[in-house]
């Protein structure tokens, strides 16, 4: 909750950084927060803190087919190569959307010049462009990319919340469990 409040009043007001830094242990919705957060920026109600999910980018984002976000696995695409990549894709407008965003798994993985070429990107990035890394071991990424991205620590939802909302949902299915 404390992340999600946290991007809603980000959008809401206009002031989502250029990058951002969402860490955690595995299963947390990292990811799945990224994208969320791409198409509340993207969809053409938006920036909204409720993307509609009717609309074209919201479709495309979610479908995975959106051409203004790209979504790298930096496990598989360690190198200088992969990050010069992005930074020639970085320099086209966002089409149809607002934004390109990129949103960069497993951010730690990538070596440390991949991370020196990712900087120079970091530091000036053009206005239409949002970068948003994700990582398992925030600790294994360069400081200096650190000190340029707003970080977010997700945490594990605590079992008895779990068991309370999973009550809710069997209670409102009519499901006895």
Do not use: W
């Not at 239409?128 to 997700?154: G, M, N, W």
């Amino acid at each position: 909750r404390h992340v999600v409040t946290a991007l809603r009043n980000a959008i809401r007001l206009g002031r989502v950084p250029h990058a951002l830094l969402l860490a955690g242990p595995r299963g947390v919705a990292k990811t799945t927060i990224a994208r969320i957060l791409a198409r509340a920026l993207n969809c053409d109600e938006g920036p909204t803190e409720k993307p509609c999910g009717k609309c074209s980018p919201c479709l495309e984002i979610a479908a995975g087919t959106s051409l203004d976000v790209q979504e790298i696995d930096a496990a598989s695409n360690t190198g200088v190569d992969n990050v010069r990549e992005i930074r020639e894709s970085v320099r086209y407008a966002a089409a149809p959307g607002k934004h390109r965003i990129f949103i960069i798994d497993e951010v730690h993985m990538l070596s440390t010049a991949a991370f020196n070429a990712l900087l120079k990107t970091l530091e000036e990035p053009p206005e239409h462009v949002k970068f948003i890394l994700a990582t398992t071991e925030a600790e294994k990424v360069l400081p200096t990319i650190l000190s340029r991205c707003q970080r977010y620590d997700f945490r594990n939802i605590p079992t008895r919340e779990i068991a309370g909302h999973l009550k809710s949902i069997c209670k409102e299915e009519e499901i006895k469990a």
